[in-house]
């Protein structure tokens, strides 16, 4: 499809300057980050679906997946996949989910790609998910085993 995709509408649409995940990525806010190098950075979800649900995205600010050439896309996914791995092993999932929510239509909460890696057991198939209250050293404990298993594979 060729043209300029219509604009999806987002409450949440902030300059860089001061979209969360981009003051993340400057270290300005603190998040409990599992994987990142010069491209993507990887980090805990502060209100999770489940432990481990880790969110993957690009450092370079864009609202929506529109916003990313076709090659950068399959790189977030394929970043996305790697982390993947390293969650299951980590908190001992049976499968997992990918969500990647484009617009306030579709939930996007935070204006800025991200993928969620939502870790899921067996017990938790067909239910309906509650966000987590995790404490601070319960994110930090997963997070230091979701950097243990990428550093192993």
Known sequence: MKGTPKRLHNSASVAPDKCV??????????????YEDDRYIAFL??????????LVSPKAHG???????????????M?????SKAVVEATGADGFRFVQNNGEAANQVVAHVHVHVIPIAMHEK????????????????????????????
Do not use: Y
């Open 63 to 77: 609202e929506t997946i529109w916003d990313m050439d076709e090659h950068d896309i399959g790189e977030l996914f």
């Open 126 to 153: 067909g239910k309906v998910m509650d966000r987590l209250k995790l404490t601070p050293e319960q994110l930090a404990e997963t997070a230091k085993k979701i950097r243990e298993s990428l550093a192993r594979n």
């Open 21 to 34: 995940f981009c003051r993340i990525v400057r270290g300005e806010l603190p998040a409990e980050k599992v």
């Open 45 to 54: 979800d502060i209100n999770p679906f489940s432990r481990g649900h880790t």
């Open 79 to 83: 970043t996305a996949s790697e982390v």
